[in-house]
């Protein structure tokens, strides 16, 4: 592998890495959004409220498929102009969804939609990554996983809002405009990935890759077993009310967006698997909390999202220090699938082990208990991976790992 960079590619990580964060607060928002705007949609598709998940399943379908695909090719590809073109597709794609009439359109507009989002990430993540040493990376990651949580904060609200006032229509034409203003900021603050000689073939990545690649989709099926029916949970265990809702997700953004800051902090002075241990720790006292009903929903919704980031965080940082620097492309492309993977499994879930409209607290429990045996994974997983040497680069300027 040869690197040609020009001084203009000499990036500031920090920018760089906020230009990322806006890409994936555009990403999760254009997917997130659906599912509460689709209560519209189906007025004026004449489906079922309940056909909102076979649009997020299309969706999630697209986005493990072409993140199958990119694995395959995007470690020799100039992915800066094939980033710019996605966002632009996705922009396109979804302005032709706030004007189309019929549902299996829709649907196709999705599919399409998930294959470029299977994408974004992986080439936006690989071209910030790319040339940055351990410490660096895990402040990348941190800002960039802070995206969720402004998304919670900010995205779904003004979402929302537009779409009660102006119409469904118009929110999808504000996400399609938000692709475009992506456009402009990656092309003004990403760096160029550096020229790759072409390859015969992938580099492989090992038969301990799977440890690494797995992490983050472990972190996250811990919290996505509640996701799905958490409102009708805190309402079950909490009474809360329906106008009570904006504010406690609110604090639960707050609370990963600080979670995130700081478990970067934490990562340079105690390690992954310590602030991990810690986040595992925080998310089994939020779903004892919940299962025996102590606190309010507003405290619970700070732990849950506490505990979640920070688990979030510490996966990502660990997992991007297992391929080298030519290896990253794919590497990143396999573990976005995975994600996807994981998160089509794990909110689809809690529908199948329910199968009731109203949630008891019988089911609470099982399902808690499912939920809080797969957090207990992570640290296992997290131990395994630390068994894995460090990379040469790496060795130097990780602390404890």
Same mark, same amino acid.
């Given at each position: 592998m040869r690197i040609i960079m020009s001084d203009s590619e000499v990036f500031r990580p920090r920018l760089s890495a906020r230009a990322v964060s806006f890409i994936q607060f555009v990403h999760a928002l254009e997917f997130m959004a659906l599912t509460p705007l689709f209560v519209w949609m189906a007025v004026d598709f004449d489906v079922p409220a309940t056909y909102a998940g076979y649009a997020a399943s299309a969706y999630m379908g697209g986005a493990a498929l072409s993140g199958v695909l990119a694995a395959r090719w995007m470690h020799c590809a100039a992915l800066k102009p094939l980033l710019l073109l996605a966002l632009i597709l996705l922009a396109v794609l979804t302005a032709l969804g706030a004007i189309s009439s019929e549902f299996g359109l829709f649907i196709l507009l999705r599919l399409g939609a998930g294959l470029l989002g299977g994408f974004l990430m992986s080439a936006a993540t690989t071209l910030l990554l790319h040339g940055m040493n351990a410490e660096q990376r895990t402040d990348a990651i941190a800002i960039v996983v802070s995206a969720f949580a402004l998304v919670s904060i900010a995205g779904m609200p003004v979402t929302l809002f537009i779409a009660v006032e102006l119409g469904w229509r118009i929110a999808l034409m504000a996400l399609a405009v938000l692709c475009l203003l992506a456009v402009a900021i990656a092309h003004r603050y990403l760096p160029s990935n550096p020229f790759v000689a072409?390859?015969?073939s992938p580099l492989a990545l090992g038969k301990e890759a799977w440890r690494w690649l797995s992490l983050p989709a472990i972190a996250q099926a811990g919290s996505?077993?509640?996701?799905p029916v958490l409102i009708p949970v805190l309402a079950l265990r909490y009474d809360t009310q329906a106008q009570q809702m904006p504010v406690i997700f609110m604090l639960g953004g707050v609370a990963a967006l600080i979670a995130s800051r700081l478990s970067?902090? $934490?990562i340079k002075k105690w390690g992954e698997t310590r602030i991990s241990d810690l986040g595992t720790l925080i998310l089994l006292l939020?779903?004892?909390?919940?299962?025996? $009903?102590?606190?309010?929903a507003?405290? %619970?919704?700070?732990?849950f999202m506490t505990g979640s980031y920070t688990r979030l965080v510490c996966t990502s940082a660990r997992s991007t220090s297992y391929p080298t620097q030519a290896q990253r492309g794919r590497f990143m492309a396999l573990?976005?699938? $995975?994600?996807?993977?994981g998160s089509f499994i794990a909110l689809a879930i809690p529908s199948?082990?329910?199968r009731t409209l109203d949630v008891s607290v019988p089911d609470l429990h099982v399902l808690l208990l499912l939920t809080? %045996?797969?957090a207990l994974v992570l640290p296992i997983f997290m131990r395994c991976a630390a068994t894995q040497p460090l990379r040469p680069y790496d060795q130097a300027k990780t602390i404890d790992h």
């Open positions: 072409a390859q015969p996505l077993l509640l996701i970067a902090t $934490g939020s779903l004892i909390m919940l299962a025996l $009903g102590w606190g309010t507003h405290v %619970f919704m700070i732990l573990q976005t699938t $995975g994600n996807h993977i199948l082990l329910l809080a %045996f797969v």
